[in-house]
């Protein structure tokens, strides 16, 4: 981290100087880097550590947080990546893992997005790709309060709607988990929220082969979260 020299943004300010700068880390990493075996030594235990210290930073405005040095970020990690920690999270804009989880580096987070955070073929091979040849010990699935795609599928679930195009194949995914809590005490929406990160976090770890083996074999982890809009809070809702 840089050095503020007295300088303390809010969580705004620090939002709006971030969010024009750090860019996405879901990428995949040359092939260089692939070849030179480059992979993390941070464990998955660490990562989770990791994270929630780093959560907290950002939900407590922690005053060391600032405009990090990205030139000197940019030039460390061009040659090759050892992200650490996965994250399958939604598309939303108000839900961006590399603020969520402030204080890291570039090339600390390995990120996937879609509207609901669900699991389909391109995150699973992303998600496979980041255990398999990056050694990333650590898979979470952040879904987040007032999800627009978990609220979608509480409709189908609750009053039958239909959505246009391809929003209702996407929303179909979340529909299992939206039944399996209809009728419980405690918000439907929030309810589902939980209930999908949880079944999506299950589906990486059992349905995947690649993962699937890593985990018996106590390589990696995979979690689920709920991230609060109101106070900025990441929630883990596995261990």
Request: hydrophobic share 45%; aromatic share 6%.
């Amino acid at each position: 981290m840089c050095l503020c020299h007295g300088f303390t943004p809010d969580r705004r300010q620090f939002l709006s100087l971030a969010a024009t700068s750090i860019v996405a880390t879901a990428v995949f990493g040359r092939a260089s880097a692939f070849a030179a075996g480059a992979s993390t030594n941070v464990t998955a235990n660490e990562a989770i550590v990791r994270l929630k210290a780093a959560n907290e930073k950002y939900a407590s405005d922690a005053p060391e947080l600032c405009a990090v040095d990205l030139s000197r970020q940019r030039e460390q990690v061009a040659q090759a990546q050892t992200p650490w920690a996965t994250i399958l999270t939604c598309s939303d804009s108000r839900v961006p893992p590399e603020l969520v989880f402030a204080d890291l580096r570039l090339g600390e987070l390995f990120v996937a997005r879609n509207a609901g955070n669900i699991v389909d073929t391109d995150t699973m091979g992303t998600i496979e790709y980041g255990a398999e040849h990056l050694g990333i010990p650590l898979v979470l699935v952040l879904g987040h309060e007032s999800c627009g795609a978990v609220t979608a599928a509480c409709a189908v679930v609750e009053k039958h709607e239909k959505f246009p195009g391809s929003i209702g194949p996407m929303v179909n995914d979340i529909v299992p988990a939206a039944k399996a809590v209809y009728g419980k005490p405690g918000d439907f929406v929030d309810n589902t929220v939980r209930e999908s990160a949880k079944r999506t976090a299950m589906k990486i770890a059992t349905k995947s082969q690649i993962v699937s083996h890593l985990v018996k074999a106590d390589k990696v982890k995979v979690l689920a979260a709920r991230y609060d809009l109101h106070n900025g809070r990441v929630e883990f809702l596995t261990s």
